[in-house]
């Protein structure tokens, strides 16, 4: 299998349904499978709490220069 970078949700699911279609074909075993699936999971956790992240940030400068100020936050 050719390395990939997969660095959106995108690419992660074209990475498993790649995954599942070399399952089915019996190129790998269960085991590869799931540590695989499992990893994959991990890592579309992490893009999305990147991107949520990255948004409040861009939401968070826009209400500064708006208010001309620092937000105060809650906790």
Same mark, same amino acid.
């Given at each position: 299998m050719s390395r990939k970078r &997969?660095? /959106? &949700?995108g690419d !992660? *699911? *074209?990475y498993l349904a790649a995954l599942l279609? *070399?399952?089915e074909?019996? $190129?790998i075993? $269960? %085991?590869h499978l799931? #540590?695989? #699936?499992? %990893?994959s999971n991990?890592? /579309?956790? /992490? !893009?999305k709490d990147a991107e949520l992240e990255d948004r409040v940030q861009k939401l968070e400068e &826009? &209400? $500064?220069k708006k208010n001309h100020g620092p937000i105060r936050k809650a906790c």
């Open positions: &997969l660095q /959106t &949700l !992660i *699911r *074209r279609n *070399r399952y074909a019996g $190129e075993d $269960e %085991v799931k #540590a695989c #699936a499992y %990893v991990i890592l /579309t956790s /992490t !893009i &826009l &209400l $500064e």
